[in-house]
């Protein structure tokens, strides 16, 4: 079997002599889930791969079909579930040396992995093709070791470790491929075959050893389940394999054979070697870790010890020739102590975090940690690489200026304070932290900032000789704080740090950026906006113009977008563009400005503005951040958002499933961003009528924003909100009602009783009462609702339409239609301003005020209201939702008002199939057909119209306590209409 867990097998299943069928290649073209096959690229006992393409996200994949039994033969569902559990369990290990895996399925009787395509070779092919130093060999073999531990951290065993499962891209990354042995360290049973398998006879039964001969290790051909020192002892084997040239047991368990004589490996490589291969387990190294560690410092004193060694023996020969090698020893040596990790991010700080984010108890702790644990030693590790490179090109190699060194000196001297304020960070985190683990390592400044081509650097990497380096280190853990999400607390060190700075220098600019950034971040856009002028000033005396930069875009977002002043928002934009322009656009700064110009242009009730600016954002950080970043999935929510807003509402699914689809596979399925999308799915399953579909993903975003945020959140209340309204709109109207008081008491509690969103959830209750045509109660809900929302919001705000509207719509219930038409007229207005003339919410108002205007028998008016709203509806491709059927009602009913009984039978006919073909619910089913039924009865056509009448009974008395008054309307039509009421002369 070539799948990840297994439980033992007969040994007349499990003979080696079995032949095995082939399973027949799939044709290109093939569908495997939503991937279509494009040709194999490899295959074996444990099932083939192919080259396929993925048209959801436009991009080639490696599509690995694993098989479910070793002899091809299916063993049932049970096992098919475990293999994808496991390989769900893969998906989660996200390291730059492990290749990633976007997807698991399963595709007839067995389980497919989409995984990354690696356009390269092997490591055996590598190997091959010409003589490899010593050197070059280990430091490829020590990146795929650290895919391998990284693996190790998340619990999982490769247990087919070998030189065909090493990956060596065209980019020149190293990958970890072919887990498909692999199983968690901690699950019991008996390892699954391969087609290399030993069998081990016990008694009737025998276990069935996993891996490639030659490669497996003496515990697991004993049929002892692996563990990650076996993954251990295969990597050593490949390491021996790949120095010597061949295998170090192939001929059998004892001494390793000693080294060929022609081949010069260092002797501390080779006692790491030997250690590693050791018989017994608990003799090899402590963790993959540990040897990784041991073989990476054997290449940094072999190369200083060579020097030494070189610079001897000239000096011998040469006398004073050894000065300028001594030097250039030194120096090397220098440089190097210079990029070590100790004390920054080691062992025993990595140990200290790991053991915090242990300690927390929410589920998506662990889970945040083996994904933000891996980046952060990505990190550290381009952090060490780029110091060591700087400090050689300048004292060993001579060929950097000493400016451009100092320059770029400083840049990574601002990077390591991040990167140990981080690991503080970690090494306490709590709920808040583990929350905002991987979006805290992505938000740091890359190091690759700090690169040869940073000589003249002009923003945060500039610094005076009279900075205090305690005062650096502590807008540093400001910096990290935000991206923590610890907003306060970042702000208050920021505050400090720019009273204590020297006036005017760049570190005050710098602290009053941050101050401003994080008081805005934390709700005070007042506070954030005075400091962000003063850092402007700042920056502008120090000269530090990417800060002027900065704090222009962060003030279009304090002022523009966040308090809604759209002409001073649009200016501080055109002076970051300015800014931006005389630095040459970096890419950075470009992609936030271009956010926070989208987001105003939404705020000014530009949606289509908006959308653009957000796409070319969206551009931007996929050419600079790559296609898997959470600022990604981000951006895509705000499109999606947008899209909403103009009742693009497929368009606004598809970017919402993609956002999802980042956020599961970069943040793990059980972290609050998933709800987040999972929320906004929800939303617009609602507005496309699929209400099942809309109360289940509300549903699962409640539960997960209960298990990871607590009971007592405001995202909480967000989500019941949304359920109850989903809940309201399937009829199921009392089951709706705790969900609305649930979110209600939340609110008050966390966010006070007058702010916007304690106002939505008044106006769902107004909703809820209307339906139960409880009107005074209905009406002063939405009451409350709009004086909460134009205090919150400002009298211009959609939100604060929806409120009037409402209020309208019970006013005209309740036969006020003065009132009524006035509160639609401004509900009119602000949506026409807001959203212009094609707008779901523009054609609601035209149809409710066309409602008023046939209730006053201004018929003309009213059939004029009807049909532009229907117009609208048409014009946005929306005339197949329930939605468009109201106008065509409304239409209906002014035929009705004239005696058009035959003109109001077909529109009515239309709004009915309507219905039929969404599904709608039964309610609105049911009173279209009631409506049908009298116009059929205006024409004569008697018994069509009493059967009509007689199903929408039918229909309403299932609908439940949402029907009850629309059903008291059919029985009192039908009382008078049917054949004892008009031989009894109560029809006219």
């Not at 910096?479 to 204590?500: D, I, K, N, P, T």
């Not at 759209?566 to 950075?588: K, T």
């Not at 509160?823 to 949506?831: F, G, I, P, S, T």
Request: hydrophobic share 45%; charged share 25%; proline share 5%.
């Amino acid at each position: 079997m070539d799948g990840l867990n297994s439980t033992a097998a007969d040994a007349s299943e499990t003979s080696d002599l079995a032949p095995r069928p082939v399973p027949r290649a799939l044709m290109r073209g093939t569908s495997v889930g939503r991937y279509v096959v494009l040709e194999p690229v490899g295959s074996g006992g444990m099932g083939v791969v192919y080259a396929a393409y993925d048209p959801k996200l436009d991009r080639k994949v490696a599509l690995k079909l694993v098989r479910t039994d070793a002899q091809g033969k299916g063993t049932g569902a049970a096992l098919q579930q475990r293999l994808l559990q496991e390989a769900q369990a893969l998906a989660r290990v996200s390291h730059p040396h492990v290749v990633s895996v976007h997807d698991t399925g399963g595709y007839l009787d067995q389980v497919f992995l989409a995984m990354e395509f690696v356009d390269g070779g092997t490591l055996r092919d590598w190997l091959k093709a010409s003589p490899r130093s010593w050197r070059d060999t280990l430091q490829v073999l020590i990146q795929a070791g650290r895919g391998l531990a990284a693996a190790h951290a998340a619990g999982l065993v490769h247990r087919d470790f070998k030189p065909d499962n090493v990956l060596l891209g065209t980019d020149g990354r190293v990958r970890v491929t072919d887990f498909g042995l692999a199983l968690r360290e901690a699950d019991p049973g008996v390892a699954p075959p391969d087609d290399t398998a030993n069998p081990n006879e016990t008694g009737s039964r025998r276990s069935v050893v996993a891996g490639t001969r030659g490669y497996q290790a003496p515990e697991v051909l004993a049929g002892r389940l692996a563990d990650a020192r076996a993954d251990q002892f295969a990597f050593c084997v490949s390491l021996h394999e790949a120095l010597y040239g061949s295998r170090p047991f192939d001929e059998g368990f004892g001494e390793p054979p000693p080294a060929p004589r022609d081949v010069r490996v260092p002797m501390r490589v080779r006692r790491a070697l030997l250690r590693g291969l050791s018989l017994e387990p608990r003799e090899r190294h402590p963790s993959m870790d540990a040897l990784l560690q041991e073989l990476a410092q054997a290449v940094g004193v072999s190369r200083t010890r060579r020097l030494g060694i070189a610079g001897l023996a000239l000096a011998v020969l040469a006398g004073v020739g050894l000065v300028p090698y001594v030097r250039e020893h030194h120096e090397a040596r220098a440089c190097a102590e210079a990029a070590s990790l100790e004390g920054l991010w080691d062992g025993a700080r990595q140990d200290a975090a790991a053991r915090a984010f242990a300690a927390v108890s929410k589920p998506f702790a662990a889970e945040a940690w083996t994904r933000a644990g891996p980046l952060l030693d990505a990190y550290a590790g381009a952090w060490a690489s780029e110091v060591r490179g700087n400090c050689e090109a300048t004292r060993v190699r001579a060929e950097q200026p000493e400016e451009q060194y100092r320059q770029r000196g400083v840049c990574l001297e601002r990077r390591r304070d991040e990167l140990l304020a981080l690991g503080d960070l970690f090494a306490s985190a709590d709920e808040e932290v583990a929350r905002s683990a991987v979006q805290a390592v992505r938000s740091l400044v890359p190091v690759s900032q700090c690169g040869p081509e940073a000589a003249a650097l002009t923003g945060p990497g500039r610094q005076t000789e009279a900075e205090s380096p305690a005062l650096r280190a502590q807008v540093a853990r400001a910096r990290v704080l935000r991206g923590a999400g610890r907003y306060a607390q970042g702000a208050e060190l920021a505050r400090e740090a720019s009273e204590r700075a020297a006036p005017g220098s760049p570190l005050q600019a710098e602290a009053l950026l941050w101050f401003g950034m994080l008081r805005g971040l934390a709700g005070d856009a007042r506070a954030a906006e005075q400091s962000l002028h003063e850092a402007v000033l700042a920056a502008e005396r120090s000269r530090q113009r990417e800060l002027v930069a900065t704090a222009w875009t962060w003030l279009v977002n304090m002022v523009g977008v966040q308090q809604g002043r759209i002409e001073e928002g649009q200016r501080h934009a055109r002076h970051a563009e300015a800014v931006l322009d005389s630095l040459g656009r970096p890419a950075r700064l470009e992609q936030e400005l271009s956010m926070y110009v989208g987001q105003l242009f939404w705020r000014a009730g530009k949606p289509v503005e908006a959308l653009q600016h957000l796409e070319r954002t969206l551009a931007l950080q996929q050419q600079e951040l790559g296609p898997e970043h959470v600022d990604l999935a981000q951006t895509l929510h705000t499109m999606a958002i947008v899209l909403r807003s103009q009742a693009r509402y497929a368009e606004a699914r598809d970017v919402s499933q993609r956002s999802l689809a980042l956020r599961e596979k970069l943040l793990g399925p059980e972290h609050p961003d998933v709800a987040a999308s999972l929320h906004m799915l929800g939303t617009l399953a609602r507005e496309m009528d699929d209400l099942p579909t809309a109360l289940s993903l509300q549903e699962r975003s409640l539960a997960l924003r209960e298990r990871v945020l607590g009971p007592e959140h405001p995202d909480v209340a967000t989500s019941a909100n949304h359920l109850a309204i989903a809940l309201t709109e399937m009829g199921r109207l009392e089951e709706s009602r705790p969900f609305l008081l649930r979110a209600l008491a939340i609110r008050e509690r966390a966010l006070g009783p007058e702010h916007a969103e304690v106002g939505l959830t008044l106006n769902g209750l107004g909703v809820l009462a209307f339906l139960l045509h409880q009107d005074e109660e209905a009406l002063g809900y939405f009451e409350r609702s709009l004086a909460i929302k134009e205090k919150a919001l400002g009298k211009e705000h959609p939100s604060v339409a929806f409120a009037a509207c409402n209020i309208g719509i019970v006013l005209h219930r309740l036969g006020r239609e003065k009132e009524a038409w006035d509160w639609h007229r401004r509900a009119l207005e602000v949506r026409l301003k807001t959203f212009g003339e094609r707008h779901d919410d523009v054609a609601f108002s035209l149809t409710e005020m066309g409602e008023v205007l046939r209730a006053q028998g201004r018929l003309d008016e009213a059939w004029n209201h009807h049909e532009r709203a229907l117009r609208i509806y048409r014009e946005l491709g929306r005339d197949r939702v329930s939605s468009a059927s109201a106008p065509l009602r409304g239409m209906a009913e002014v035929h009705l008002a004239r005696g058009q009984g035959a003109e109001a039978a077909a529109l009515l006919e239309r709004a009915l199939r309507l219905l039929e073909e969404i599904p709608a619910p039964s309610q609105d089913l049911a009173e279209a057909r009631f409506a049908l039924a009298r116009a059929w009865w205006v024409m004569g056509r008697r018994e069509e119209a009493l059967a009509g009448a007689r199903k929408a009974r039918a229909e309403l008395e299932a609908a439940g306590e949402s029907g009850r008054h629309a059903l008291g309307e059919v029985r009192q039509w039908l009382s008078r209409h049917e054949p004892r009421a008009v031989a009894a002369g109560r029809v006219p």
